[in-house]
């Protein structure tokens, strides 16, 4: 390695601080042999994986089924489904589950936040192929 020869500047000083001590001596020996920015990027993608918390992504849609419309809340585990209409709810659970999505259902109460009359949330149990109901 060629340190004396390795020019590190001030914004690279910065995340050079940041790091642990086995990630320093990494960054030494990437900056030698790969390029400084090449260094740098590795590193920052690692404190990026480290320091950002990964949030439950959520889908929130609307379907017209019929003349009534479903609000449906999709999280990775789970299904919240609003509507004016059992009779919907069950429709569009009936094609999910066609579909190849497994579904539990959850004893839930309705909120203040729910603005239809029905709520019926379920649990993904996993996906398969699809169903054929004939």
Known sequence: MKLNELEIFEDDFDLFVALDDQDK????FDATQVGLEAAT????GKLADRYITKAPIVAVQ???????R???TQYP???HINSNSLKAIRKFIDKLWNDGLMLSRIKTKKTAFDM???????NIIGKVQ?????
């Open 25 to 28: 001596i990494e960054f030494l």
């Open 70 to 72: 479903l609000a449906v």
């Open 130 to 134: 699809p169903f054929c109901s004939n």
């Open 77 to 79: 585990d789970k299904i």
């Open 41 to 44: 990027i590795k590193q920052v």
């Open 62 to 68: 609307d379907f017209q089924v019929g003349p009534y």
């Open 116 to 122: 239809y009359r029905y709520l019926r949330v379920y």
